[in-house]
Structure formats: structure tokens, C-alpha cells
């Protein structure tokens, strides 16, 4: 099961806001770099932010990412259509030593 | 270009064995850390294994651990994922990865493994 907690859901209107969350603990997002992924529907993952708050390029500054104590936050500023997938967190976990990936997030453009 | 391809997915049987493969093109193989990361039909993503740049760091997730070795050819530039005593729960497809900047970046296309008497 994962040890990173995401809402099953979240939706907007085109060119709205939406912020998905990512809640852990002290061994994983308290202590280490958090990831996002993009999962188009049928598609593998791609990388959307790293280190927090980093965009690789390529990836519109509509995406942005951030973190504070044990959470960390995904915000999709003018939502479009082409947004509409599954959105992960992942980071690294010290108690497990391993990798560890949210719940997952569909987002859903209205 | 950057390509990770996978191959070796299929059906087994419960209690079986299958060994996955990822060939790597594009960039310097040998410089960086690999994973597998693996999703359930309809399920989230849940991270498999990783193994460092030289091959002498590995790590699994505790649900494979003892079962699943994973392995790395820098001079064949491929990674890979021998998997035993596999069972009904490993039925997902399989994702190699590569890590950039510190975590899980370019991932590949993916091979279905299907565990199924």
C-alpha cells in the first residue's frame, strides 16, 4: 500500500487553478526530494516536476510543485484540456529504503 | 533520443518465472541509476526495485523482496528483472526507468506481465 496519501479526485473548469496534495511523514517528504508525474489515460508516466520545485524542460511553467514539512503540492495554473490524467507524488522513503509513489490523483478538466 | 524499451512480459503461471529486459539507447547507460516501477490493471504506480549506476547498490520493495533480482549489462547497455515465484498480485505492467535528478525520470513504453493459471 502506499505511504504517500493524494485525493482520488480533483476537477476544474478551463483556465482555473487546481492544487492535488501529497501527505507523508518525517522518513519520506520530510526528509527528501518530492516528484510529480503526469499519467496520460493509456500512456506511461511522465516526469513533471523534481527536487520539489523544479521543471524539467519542456514542461509549461503551468505546472508547479512545493513542499512544507511532511506535504508537498502540485498546483495546474490555466487549466486545459490536455491536463486531464492521473497525477502522482513519489519520493524516497528512509525507514523503507526504498521509493514510494502516492495514491494517484484523476483530474478531471469540466 | 532518449529510448528505454522493454521486452520479456507474458503470461505465466502462478509459481512461475519470468525474466524482464530493458534496452537502453540514447545516453550513457553506465552513468545512471535504473528502476522498475510497476501498475496494476487500473491501479497506481508502485515502485519495484532500483539498482545504482555501478551495480552495487540494489533495493526492493518489501513485496518483492527474496523473489525479484534485478540486474545490469553496462556494456550491453540493458537492465534487467528475473522474477520468481511470481503470483497472482505481480500482474502489472512493468516500467523501467531511469533516474534523473535524483528520482524516477524517463520511463518506457512498458511490458505486460500477466500472472494466471
Known amino acids: 500500500q502506499s505511504v504517500l496519501t493524494q485525493p482520488p479526485s480533483a476537477s476544474g473548469t478551463p483556465g482555473q487553478r487546481v492544487t492535488i496534495s501529497c501527505s507523508g511523514s518525517s522518513s519520506n517528504i520530510g526528509s527528501n526530494y518530492v516528484y510529480w508525474y503526469q499519467q496520460l489515460p493509456g500512456t506511461a508516466p511522465k516526469l513533471l516536476i523534481y527536487?520539489?520545485?523544479q521543471r524539467p524542460s519542456g514542461v509549461p511553467d503551468r505546472f508547479s510543485g512545493s513542499k512544507s514539512g511532511t506535504s508537498a503540492s502540485l498546483a495546474i495554473s490555466g487549466l486545459r484540456s490536455e491536463d486531464e490524467a492521473d497525477y502522482y507524488c513519489a519520493a524516497w522513503d528512509d525507514s523503507l529504503s526504498g521509493k514510494v509513489f502516492g495514491t494517484g490523483t484523476k483530474v478531471t478538466v469540466l | 533520443e532518449v529510448q528505454l524499451i522493454e521486452s520479456g512480459g507474458g503470461l505465466v503461471k502462478p509459481g512461475g518465472s519470468l525474466r524482464l529486459s530493458c534496452a537502453a539507447s540514447?545516453?550513457?547507460?553506465?552513468?545512471?541509476?535504473m528502476n522498475w516501477v510497476r501498475q496494476a490493471p487500473g491501479k497506481g504506480l508502485e515502485w519495484v526495485s532500483s539498482i545504482s549506476s555501478s551495480g552495487a547498490y540494489k533495493y526492493y520493495a518489501d513485496s518483492v523482496k527474496g523473489r525479484f533480482t534485478i540486474s545490469r549489462d553496462n556494456a550491453k547497455n540493458s537492465l534487467y528483472l528475473q522474477m520468481n515465484s511470481l503470483r497472482a498480485e505481480d500482474t502489472a505492467v512493468y516500467y523501467c526507468?531511469?533516474?534523473?535528478?535524483?528520482?524516477?525520470?524517463?520511463w518506457g513504453q512498458g511490458t505486460l506481465v500477466t500472472v494466471s493459471s
Open positions: 540514447g545516453f550513457s547507460f553506465n552513468n545512471y541509476d
Open positions: 527536487r520539489n520545485n
Open positions: 526507468v531511469r533516474d534523473d535528478y535524483g528520482g524516477p525520470g524517463v
